[in-house]
C-alpha cells in the first residue's frame, strides 16, 4: 500500500526535477567548500546562503500551492505557519546562546533580562532540546491550521471570504507578536543566534549544510505533494476546487478533505520557515505581514498554480528577480511586482509551466493533424495491395483530434 | 401507502424563502423499485423538493424518511449520497478537469474518507465496472478525454453514468433531456428505463414527449404541493392541471 503510494509519485517530469535538484544540493556546497576562491566556479557563502533562502521561499510556494492549486483555497495567510515555524526554530537557538549573551544568563535570552523577567515562561521550557523544537516547528502550525480549518471548513466559508480571514490571522499574529508581554522579544524579534546543534551558525560548512537541508526538505515535500496530487484524494481534491457542491453530492465530506490538505499545508510552511530562521539569521513579527503572504500567491500564479514545478519555479524566479532589481533599481521593485502579476493574470494564466505544458501538448496535435492531413494527400502506395486504397484513410487516428470532436453525437 | 413499506416518503412538508413558500404541505411517496416523473410549471417546486431530499436545504416542516425509517431531515448532502441516494443536476455539472474515466471513478461505490482514497490502488472489480459504465453511456472511446471537450448531450449521460457508478437505491434525475437533440432524448428514455428495472428513479422533466416515452406514473406539482397524480393521460384531462400549464 506505501509503496504504491510512493511509487505513484514517480515519473519522467518528477525525475528531471529530482535530477536537477540532486545537483543543485551536490554543487553549489561543493562549489563553495571544495572550490578555491580565485576560480571562477567558486560559489561564495552569500550566495548559498541567499539560494538556501531561495529554497525555503519555494518549500512555503509548494505549501500555497498545495491548498490553492490543488483543492481552491486561496490562503492569504501562509506567512503566519511559515513564522510560527520560524520562531519554533529561533527558540532553539535562543536557547543555545546560553552564557555568550550580552547579559551573559545562562537560560533567559537578553530580551528577557531587559526586560527584568525572573524566571522562563512555561512556553519556553523544551526548546534547549533539538527534537522538542522540531517537532514543535510542525505541530504549532498545524494545529493552529487544525483548528482554524476546522471552524472555518465546517461553516463552509469559502472563496473571498476564507481568503480575508486568513489575512486577519495574519495581521492578527503580528500584532500579537509585537507585543514584548508575549515574551517573543516584540518588535526585536529573536535574533544573535550562536550555533545550531553545536555548529557555529556563522561558519561556512553549517551555511551549506543548511543549504543541503533546504533542498532535501524541498524533494521529500515535492514527492509528497506530488503522491497525494497523482492519487485518488489528489483526484477529490481538484473536485473540491472545481465543483464543491457536485463532490459532496457523491459523498464526499468536503471539509474533511480541505482539512486534511489544510494543515498538511501548514505543516510544509512551517517546516519552510524552521530552514529559514538559520540562514538569514532572525525572525522577527514583521514576517507575518500580510503583504508576505501575499507575495508567495503571486510566486505560485508566476510558476503556475496546480503544478508543483511551477510553484517552485515561480517562489525561485521571482526571488531572484527581487534581489536583482532591489540591488539595482530599489524604486521599481514594487511596481515591477504588481506589474509581473497583472501580466501574468492577463497573458499567462496558467503561469509559466502550466503554458509551456499546454503548449507542448498543442504543438503535438498539431503535428498530429499536420501527419495526417500529409498522410491523406498521399496516392495509395503502389505496393500495397491495389483492391484496398479506400480503406487507407487513417479515420481512427482522425477520432483523437479533438476538432472532431462535436461531430459525433452520442449515438 | 404507509411509511413503512415506502422507499421515500414525503409528509407535510413546507420550505419557505424570504416568506415565499417553495414547497407548500408536499406529501410524496416513492415504492422501492418505482419510477416515477414529475412534471410541474416553473416555480412548482421541484428543484427545492430534490433540494430537501438530497439535504441541502432544511424543511421548515413535515417529515421525509428514506427506506420508510432514516430520518433525512438530520443528515448532511453526504451521509444521504451515502445511504444511496444519487442526484443529477439540471445543468450538467461534471468535472471538467478530470477525464470521463476519472470522473466515473471518484463516482463509483467506494470508501469516501481522506485517507482510504488517499492509499486507494484501483482494483480489478472496479476496472470491470468502469469498462460496464462506460460502455453503457457509450463514451467507450472518449475515456481518456477531459469532460470539458464533451458535448453537452455527452455530458448529461456522463453524469448519469456517475449516478450509476453510486450504485444508489434511489436516483433523483433534473431535466436529463434538456438540451438534447430528439434522438439523443429517445435515446435517454430508453436508458432510464433500463436503469429503472434494478432501481427506483425519479425524474423531473418539462418535456411531454419525453415523459410519455417513459410511460410511468406522473405527479404534477404546482405551487408547492401535488395537484395530482397517475397515468399521464389521466393528469392530462385534469382540468387543475389544463389550467395550470394553459393559464387558463
Request: aromatic fraction near 10%.
Amino acid at each position: 500500500m506505501m509503496s504504491s503510494f510512493l511509487f505513484r509519485a514517480m515519473d519522467t517530469r518528477a525525475g528531471i526535477f529530482l535530477a536537477l535538484m540532486a545537483a543543485v544540493i551536490i554543487l553549489v556546497p561543493a562549489g563553495n567548500l571544495l572550490v578555491p576562491e580565485g576560480s571562477p566556479f567558486h560559489v561564495p557563502t552569500y550566495a548559498v546562503t541567499l539560494m538556501g533562502k531561495y529554497l525555503t521561499y519555494a518549500l512555503l510556494a509548494l505549501a500555497v500551492d498545495l491548498v490553492w492549486g490543488y483543492c481552491g483555497i486561496l490562503s492569504l495567510g501562509h506567512a503566519a505557519f511559515f513564522a510560527l515555524g520560524g520562531y519554533a526554530m529561533g527558540m532553539y537557538l535562543m536557547r543555545q546562546i546560553g552564557t555568550r549573551g550580552v547579559y551573559g544568563d545562562p537560560i533567559l535570552p537578553d530580551f528577557m533580562v531587559f526586560l527584568n523577567w525572573k524566571e522562563l515562561p512555561w512556553y519556553w521550557y523544551g526548546f534547549d532540546m533539538f527534537w522538542f523544537a522540531a517537532l514543535m516547528v510542525v505541530l504549532v502550525p498545524g494545529l493552529l491550521a487544525f483548528v482554524f480549518g476546522w471552524f472555518a471548513f465546517r461553516s463552509r466559508v469559502t472563496g473571498v471570504y476564507l481568503s480575508i480571514i486568513t489575512q486577519a490571522l495574519t495581521y492578527a499574529l503580528l500584532l500579537a507578536f509585537f507585543r514584548n508581554d508575549m515574551g517573543f522579544g516584540g518588535n526585536n524579534g529573536l535574533t544573535d543566534f550562536k550555533d545550531i546543534l553545536g555548529f557555529d551558525i556563522q561558519a561556512d560548512t553549517t551555511r551549506a549544510g543548511l543549504f543541503a537541508a533546504s533542498g532535501l526538505a524541498l524533494v521529500l515535500c515535492f514527492l509528497l505533494c506530488r503522491a497525494i496530487t497523482r492519487s485518488k484524494l489528489g483526484k477529490v481534491l481538484v473536485a473540491v476546487r472545481d465543483a464543491e457542491s457536485r463532490t459532496r453530492f457523491l459523498g464526499y465530506r468536503v471539509e474533511h478533505y480541505k482539512l486534511f490538505v489544510w494543515t498538511l499545508s501548514a505543516m510544509m510552511a512551517g517546516i519552510a520557515g524552521a530552514l529559514y530562521v538559520p540562514q538569514v539569521g532572525i525572525i522577527n513579527p514583521g514576517e507575518f505581514a500580510p503583504a508576505n503572504s501575499i507575495e508567495v500567491v503571486i510566486w505560485v500564479a508566476v510558476g503556475g498554480r496546480g503544478t508543483l514545478v511551477g510553484a517552485v519555479l515561480g517562489a525561485v524566479l521571482v526571488n531572484f528577480a527581487k534581489t536583482w532589481f532591489t540591488a539595482a533599481l530599489p524604486d521599481i521593485w514594487l511596481f515591477a511586482l504588481g506589474g509581473l502579476f497583472v501580466v501574468v493574470t492577463l497573458f499567462l494564466p496558467k503561469g509559466i509551466v502550466g503554458t509551456l505544458s499546454q503548449g507542448w501538448s498543442a504543438l503535438r496535435q498539431r503535428k498530429v493533424s499536420a501527419d495526417y492531413e500529409a498522410g491523406s494527400d498521399e496516392p495509395p502506395a503502389p505496393p500495397q495491395s491495389p483492391s484496398a486504397p479506400a480503406k487507407i484513410h487513417p479515420k481512427p487516428a482522425a477520432s483523437r483530434l479533438p476538432a472532431d470532436a462535436e461531430a459525433q453525437p452520442a449515438e | 401507502m404507509a411509511r413503512s413499506n415506502s422507499l421515500l416518503y414525503l409528509d407535510g412538508v413546507s420550505v419557505s424563502f424570504d416568506g415565499f413558500k417553495a414547497l407548500n404541505e408536499l406529501s410524496l411517496t416513492i415504492a422501492p423499485g418505482e419510477m416515477r416523473a414529475i412534471i410541474g410549471p416553473n416555480g412548482a417546486g421541484k428543484t427545492t423538493m430534490m433540494d430537501v431530499i438530497t439535504g441541502k436545504t432544511r424543511p421548515d416542516s413535515g417529515e421525509v424518511y428514506f427506506n420508510g425509517t432514516v430520518d433525512l431531515t438530520g443528515e448532511d448532502e453526504a451521509s444521504i449520497a451515502e445511504l444511496g441516494i444519487g442526484r443529477k443536476f439540471q445543468k450538467p455539472t461534471v468535472f471538467e478537469s478530470h477525464t470521463v474515466l476519472d470522473n466515473l471513478e471518484l463516482a463509483l461505490k467506494a470508501p469516501r474518507g481522506p485517507f482510504a482514497t488517499l492509499f486507494h490502488v484501483i482494483a480489478q472489480s472496479e476496472k470491470k465496472r468502469l469498462d460496464y459504465l462506460l460502455d453503457l453511456i457509450r463514451l467507450g472511446p472518449k475515456r481518456g478525454e477531459l469532460a470539458a471537450n464533451l458535448s453537452h448531450g455527452q455530458k448529461q449521460w456522463l453524469e448519469i453514468g456517475m449516478l450509476l457508478a453510486q450504485d444508489p437505491k434511489l436516483l433523483l434525475v433534473d431535466e436529463p433531456a434538456a438540451g438534447m437533440t430528439d434522438a439523443e432524448t429517445a435515446e435517454t428514455a430508453e436508458l432510464l428505463k433500463d436503469i429503472a428495472n434494478d432501481h427506483s428513479v425519479v425524474v423531473v422533466e418539462h418535456d411531454m414527449v419525453f415523459v410519455r416515452s417513459l410511460g410511468v406514473k406522473v405527479t404534477v406539482l404546482h405551487e408547492g404541493s401535488v395537484l395530482a397524480e397517475g397515468s399521464l393521460d389521466h393528469v392530462s384531462a385534469d382540468e387543475r392541471v389544463v389550467e395550470v400549464y394553459l393559464g387558463r
